[in-house]
């Protein structure tokens, strides 16, 4: 069974910062890729940040310059470094690992990330 906890979000005024955090736990290898999804109210869900095997990294161009995605290996975790916070950057963010063989997608529960004065 796969887990995922994530923590992080918050209230925050624009302009400033957060840091989001997931733990994955459970029949989670190999993993193929893990990273960070946000669904804005009536908006689609959209990626974020996410690693894949390989190590690379792909950014949605809102978040190019903004947002920092990093990763401890040893604690299979992600965290996402959110920077310079604007409205638009309210959601709910949902950390995703895809993992395991067969593989299968899994779905933290997300976290709600509130920027606003």
């Known amino acids: 069974q796969v887990q995922l906890v994530e923590s992080g979000g918050g209230l925050v005024q624009p302009g400033g910062s957060l840091r989001l955090s997931c733990a994955a736990s459970?029949?989670?290898?190999?993993?193929?890729?893990m990273g960070w999804y946000r669904q804005a109210p009536g908006k689609q869900r959209e990626l974020v940040a996410g690693?894949?095997?390989?190590?690379?990294?792909d950014y949605a161009d809102s978040a190019k310059g903004r947002f920092t995605i990093s990763r401890d290996s040893a604690k299979n975790t992600v965290y996402l470094q959110m920077n310079s916070l604007k409205p638009e950057d309210t959601a709910v963010y949902c950390c995703?690992?895809?993992?395991?063989?067969?593989?299968?997608?899994?779905w933290g529960q997300g976290t709600q990330v509130t920027v606003s004065s």
């Open positions: 690693f894949i095997s390989d190590g690379s990294t």
């Open positions: 995703r690992l895809r993992a395991g063989r067969p593989p299968g997608d899994y």
């Open positions: 459970g029949s989670i290898y190999p993993i193929y890729a």
